[in-house]
């Protein structure tokens, strides 16, 4: 896969720092009580430009680059490795390439999601969109159609532990390395069983 060009660039730093903001702002004055203009304001933007990079205030918090992230590491993993440990190395490498910043603001984010109702569930909506869009890399490695059911059901699978990781990993006070030993774990358990 191909870098991104300039522009694009331009597009995501745009993005992750109207996001930046938008964290910021809802962790000092509370989810409800931030608007759309007060973001706006803080990423020096106008509204209108907000909604030209997320639709709604629960896409600030939901939306991340984490499924392109695993995605491409699951298209660039050995031919060789066997479907859960494609998935185990695409959600470790992924987790460890994110920065400290992003770690705090993921942590953030998660305890938004647990906290705020309506971006709960938000967050089980954009679920769904993550297995479909993570499975289809593996049902390429596998030869299978891009929907394939079975890899949906086994990313999904996969998710969900994974999720429960990082609710934990959260819950605890988001150390780093605490969340790659969950997630580790987590998957440990689809590989065998309780």
């Given at each position: 896969?191909?870098?991104?060009?300039?522009?694009?660039r331009?597009?995501?730093?745009?993005?992750?720092?109207?996001?930046?903001?938008?964290?910021?702002?809802?962790?000092?004055?509370?989810?409800?009580?931030?608007?759309?203009?007060?973001?706006?304001?803080?990423?020096?933007?106008?509204?209108?430009?907000?909604?030209?990079?997320?639709?709604?205030?629960?896409?600030?918090?939901?939306?991340?680059?984490?499924?392109?992230?695993?995605?491409?590491?699951?298209?660039?993993?050995?031919?060789?490795?066997?479907?859960?440990?494609v998935?185990?190395?695409?959600?470790?490498?992924?987790?460890?390439?994110?920065?400290?910043?992003?770690?705090?603001?993921?942590?953030?984010?998660a305890?938004?999601?647990?906290?705020?109702?309506?971006?709960?569930?938000?967050?089980?909506?954009?679920?769904?969109?993550?297995?479909?869009?993570?499975?289809?890399?593996?049902?390429?490695?596998?030869?299978?159609?891009?929907?394939?059911?079975?890899?949906?059901?086994?990313?999904?699978?996969c998710?969900?532990?994974?999720?429960?990781?990082?609710?934990?990993?959260?819950?605890?006070?988001?150390?780093?390395?605490?969340?790659?030993?969950?997630?580790?774990?987590?998957?440990?358990?689809?590989?065998?069983?309780?």
């Amino acid at each position: 896969m191909s870098s991104p060009g300039l522009r694009e660039r331009k597009k995501q730093k745009t993005r992750w720092a109207i996001q930046e903001h938008a964290v910021r702002l809802f962790v000092q004055q509370g989810y409800d009580a931030t608007t759309i203009e007060q973001i706006a304001e803080a990423a020096e933007i106008s509204p209108s430009t907000f909604f030209r990079y997320f639709k709604t205030k629960e896409d600030v918090v939901i939306q991340d680059r984490y499924d392109e992230l695993m995605a491409e590491k699951i298209r660039q993993a050995p031919a060789d490795q066997p479907p859960l440990e494609v998935i185990r190395r695409a959600f470790v490498d992924g987790f460890q390439a994110i920065t400290e910043d992003e770690m705090d603001q993921a942590l953030q984010r998660a305890k938004l999601q647990l906290s705020v109702p309506a971006l709960r569930m938000r967050a089980l909506d954009n679920l769904q969109d993550s297995i479909r869009y993570l499975a289809v890399p593996l049902a390429e490695r596998l030869g299978r159609p891009a929907d394939d059911f079975r890899c949906q059901a086994f990313v999904g699978a996969c998710v969900g532990a994974m999720i429960n990781a990082l609710l934990a990993w959260a819950n605890d006070g988001g150390d780093g390395k605490a969340a790659l030993q969950l997630i580790d774990q987590a998957l440990d358990v689809v590989a065998k069983g309780p």
